[in-house]
């Protein structure tokens, strides 16, 4: 079981930090086609094209708060073989099961190997 969380440790690390670039990547990309917008716009409409501005490019950074950041410590307390994280990993697994298909896969591999963990903690104290 413990290389099973050890891949499910990398699998987090791996997600996290493509989730990182990922909202990076797409808060560039919205501050670039906002600023274009804002120099073309007439002025009277340049205040609701940056409250707009300001709640996309919000967005991102939720999405690296609330789900890449924890995926992260998931994975390296997995890596780390912390007991706690494993746990983490599960809440993260089940959060991921939305993002289809690679989030699906992880999350559904996540609720695997948690499910294997308590099976054989059952049957084997430690």
């Not at 079981?1 to 990547?25: C, D, N, Y």
């Not at 009277?44 to 967005?59: G, Q, W, Y």
Request: glycine letters at 6%; proline letters at 5%; a positive charge.
């Amino acid at each position: 079981m413990e290389s099973h969380k050890k891949i499910l440790g990398i699998l987090f690390v791996v997600l996290a930090t493509f989730q990182v670039m990922l909202m990076l990547f797409l808060g560039l990309f919205f501050t670039t086609i906002f600023t274009f917008a804002m120099s073309q716009a007439e002025p009277k409409d340049a205040p609701i094209i940056e409250l707009v501005m300001n709640v996309v490019r919000f967005i991102p950074t939720l999405v690296i708060i609330f789900l890449a950041v924890p995926a992260l410590i998931a994975g390296i307390g997995l890596l780390a073989k912390q007991k706690w994280a494993m746990i983490l990993a599960l809440i993260m697994g089940c959060l991921n099961i939305f993002s289809f298909p690679i989030g699906t896969a992880i999350g559904i591999y996540t609720i695997w190997v948690y499910a294997e963990d308590q099976r054989q903690s059952k049957v084997s104290p430690a």
